[in-house]
């Protein structure tokens, strides 16, 4: 199994390529000092500078660097659309597959997954996680200015060892939605596997990436991602809501109850599998003690404290467009 550095839960897959852990705790707490040192002292040399009339550069176009994104990544903790009580807009993104060897609908390569992430960067987005949007609405805390969410559903091992560097690289929040039987299994037990031959992400995996503050794990059912007698957690044809809502009661409370049990985490959202859910989705799901849904209906959620979360639209990301084109369909 991989590696996690102990000290910062980063670059799990290979531990040289953490500092912090070869040099150690004291070297490590005095990086600390002078990092709040160096803030403090840029707060005073920004002080100066204002008196002063100087204009302290703030482009970061061209960055290519991690550490020349800090100014773009600095959370803005109050949101000024909230306050005024205007709807606040939220895209969410919906990745599967990263990985180089192939393209489609499903599948990004690396390289277009890093692009989307600099364009993140570049353009003061704010990567939030399903529970802050939930707390938000319940009345909770407050959202960043222009927020966006990251969702990866199915849980590829492609999403740990392709996506999470990355993730960790440009210092990005994601939500993982992912298939409990798969992860139990670390495979998926059906014909599908043929054109992604990769296998899925285990509960360990899902733990370091889950300790590094920077994915949260939600529900995308225990084993009714297939096809035969039911599309997703849609209600069958001629089906009581009570016999639906037991059906879903053993799938995604037995998801909830093994990613509790192995990684620590109790999903609150569900991303429908298939994206396939009817009018009786909301009513079982909110029976259940889930607080959101992720849907695949391809619209930007105008957010206010009384937004449906149970109707939350996302737009796949496909390979064959660049990152461009693809977040021009935010406005
Ligand atoms: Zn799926």
């Known amino acids: 199994m991989s590696k996690v550095c102990t000290n910062c839960f980063k670059y799990p897959f290979d531990i040289r390529g953490c500092g912090k852990a070869r040099m150690g705790g004291f070297a490590v707490s005095l990086l600390f000092k002078s990092a709040v040192f160096s803030v403090l002292f840029a707060f005073f040399l920004g002080g100066l500078a204002s008196l002063f009339s100087l204009s302290p550069s703030k482009s970061i176009i061209g960055a290519d660097k991690v550490s020349d994104f800090s100014a773009a990544s600095a959370p803005v903790v109050q949101s000024t659309q909230s306050q005024s009580g205007q709807k606040i807009d939220l895209p969410i993104i919906m990745y599967h597959f ?11 390569s690396t390289d277009c997954f890093e692009n989307d992430l600099i364009f993140i960067k570049k353009n003061g987005y704010n990567p939030i996680f399903l529970s802050q949007l939930i707390d938000f609405c319940e009345g909770r805390g407050e959202l960043p200015n222009k927020p966006i969410m990251l969702t990866f559903d199915d849980g590829s091992v492609t999403n740990y060892t392709n996506a999470f560097p990355l993730l960790v690289k440009y ?12 992860t139990e299994n ?13 296998p899925y992400m285990n509960f360990g995996q899902l733990e370091n990436m889950t300790k590094s503050g920077l994915v949260e794990i939600q529900n995308h059912s225990f084993d009714l991602h297939k096809g035969g007698g039911r599309n997703g957690t849609k209600i069958n044809g001629g089906e009581s809501f009570e016999d639906y809502l037991a059906v879903l009661q053993g799938d995604l409370l037995k998801a909830n109850d093994l990613l509790t049990k192995n990684v620590g985490v ?8 298939f994206g396939a859910y009817c009018k009786m989705s ?19 959620n105008k957010i206010d404290k009384d937004f449906n979360l149970f109707n939350l639209g996302r737009f796949n990301r496909p390979s064959g467009i660049s990152t461009e084109d693809f977040f021009a369909k935010f406005n």
Not at 186 to 198: A, E, Q, R, V
Not at 282 to 300: D, H, I, M, S, Y
């Open 98 to 108: 990263i990985l180089n060897k192939k393209t489609g609908k499903y599948v990004l």
């Open 171 to 182: 210092d990005i929040k994601a939500v993982m939605c992912v298939v409990g039987a798969w």
């Open 186 to 198: 670390n495979y998926k037990p059906c014909g599908n596997l043929k054109p992604y031959p990769t």
């Open 266 to 273: 109790t999903p609150t959202a569900v991303a429908y599998p």
């Open 282 to 300: 909301e009513r079982a799901l909110r029976q259940l003690g889930f607080k959101a849904a992720l849907t695949c209906n391809e619209r930007v």
